[in-house]
Antibody
Framework: QLQLQESGPGLVRSSETLSLTCTVS??????????WGWIRQPPGKGLEWIGT???????YYNPSLRSRVIISIDTSKNQFSLKLTSVTAADTAVYYC?????????????WGQGTLVTVSS | SYDLTQPPSVSVSPGQTASIPCFGD??????VCWYQQKPGQSPVLLIY???KRPSGIPERFSGSNSGNTATLTIRGTQAVDEADYYC??????????FGGGTKLTVL
């Protein structure tokens, strides 16, 4: 059974870089059938799609975050990662990693449990 | 960028049908997914490709997409269905966008 687990610092200072890793078990990030993505949710607010990556390294980002986001993939470790630069309090959120199929219109079927990242001043 | 709009809240009586709309410009030209999220939990995919249900999702959940509106319909709503519901579409695939979410209250 596929499992995704987010990991990384729970506290990041304002203006610094948020870095998170999603470790995948029960499946391979090298599969050509899936994209691997990040989604976040500020406390008490809705979901925001951040971006996604394919096993080949191709990436797609939310236009509003594109200038600050880098998503990368490490097939040797079966992980993919998120970096968000120049963070502010507005970036405080629960960050989820998730998987979706490459078929058009597929949804995010598998999710990690989420990890809360707080940006402090 | 593309925007999806949902009403903040919808109320329904137990056993009745709940309809949760999601509005977007020419939304019918895009595929829509729906998620259910309960407090403290990760979202669960309910509907993908407008109308399809993943395995394990009860038949009382259904989706439609026409014109500028996609709709999640819950028939025979139960207390356990009380949750936040989010629509999601793919803009220029695979760039995703979520609606703001709708809190469903089962009165």
């Amino acid at each position: 059974q596929l499992q995704l687990q987010e990991s990384g610092p729970g506290l990041v200072r304002s203006s610094e870089t948020l870095s998170l890793t999603c470790t995948v078990s029960g499946g391979s990030v090298s599969s050509s059938s899936y994209f691997w993505g990040w989604i976040r949710q500020p406390p008490g607010k809705g979901l925001e799609w951040i971006g996604t990556i394919y096993y080949s390294g191709g990436t797609y980002y939310n236009p509003s975050l594109r200038s600050r986001v880098i998503i990368s993939i490490d097939t040797s470790k079966n992980q993919f990662s998120l970096k968000l630069t120049s963070v502010t309090a507005a970036d405080t959120a629960v960050y989820y990693c998730a998987r979706h199929e490459t078929s058009k219109g597929s949804g995010h079927y598998s999710w990690g449990q989420g990890t809360l990242v707080t940006v402090s001043s | 960028s593309y925007d999806l709009t949902q009403p903040p809240s919808v109320s329904v009586s137990p056993g009745q049908t709940a309809s949760i709309p999601c509005f977007g410009d020419e939304l019918e030209s895009k595929y829509v997914c729906w998620y259910q999220q309960k407090p403290g939990q990760s979202p669960v995919l309910l509907i993908y490709q407008d109308t399809k249900r993943p395995s394990g999702i009860p038949e009382r959940f259904s989706g439609s997409n026409s014109g500028n509106t996609a709709t999640l319909t819950i028939r025979g709503t139960q207390a356990v269905d009380e949750a936040d519901y989010y629509c999601q579409a793919w803009d220029s695939a695979p760039v995703g966008v979520f609606g703001g979410g709708t809190k469903l209250t089962v009165l």
